[in-house]
């Protein structure tokens, strides 16, 4: 079974760098659109990132467009999420995410493997 484990939360200081992993298993990884989501204290889960099979396509939610990178390592079965210049409201439970149709010009990604997430924190 799909299995996907977030990495490398934690507290940063505002301003601060900080990436977190996702290792899957259970899944060709190279066969799979990956991508991250967040969910804040109250809020309403977001998109954050996409990005395709073999990593030439990305994507990201307006509020980290700029700020975050997504990126992919199919030999290790690995995705990374770097997150730079971080902001109070960037603080987050962010969950990995997987889903077998491809990533294209729809643009579209609701995935259908989740992980149980990893806190971010980042203080003011």
């Known amino acids: 079974q799909v299995q996907l484990v977030e990495s490398g939360g934690g507290l940063v200081q505002a301003g601060g760098s900080l990436r977190v992993s996702c290792a899957a298993s259970?899944?060709?990884?190279?066969?799979?659109?990956m991508g991250w989501f967040r969910q804040a204290p109250g809020k309403e889960r977001e998109f954050v990132a996409v990005i395709s099979w073999g990593g030439g396509i990305t994507s990201y939610g307006d509020s980290v467009k700029g700020r975050f990178t997504i990126s992919r390592d199919n030999a290790k079965n690995l995705m990374y999420l770097q997150m730079n210049s971080l902001k109070p409201e960037d603080t987050a439970v962010y969950y990995c995410t997987a889903d077998q149709a491809p990533y294209g010009s729809s643009r579209n990604y609701a995935p259908s493997y989740w992980g149980q997430g990893t806190r971010v924190t980042v203080s003011s």
């Open positions: 259970g899944l060709i990884f190279s066969r799979y659109t």
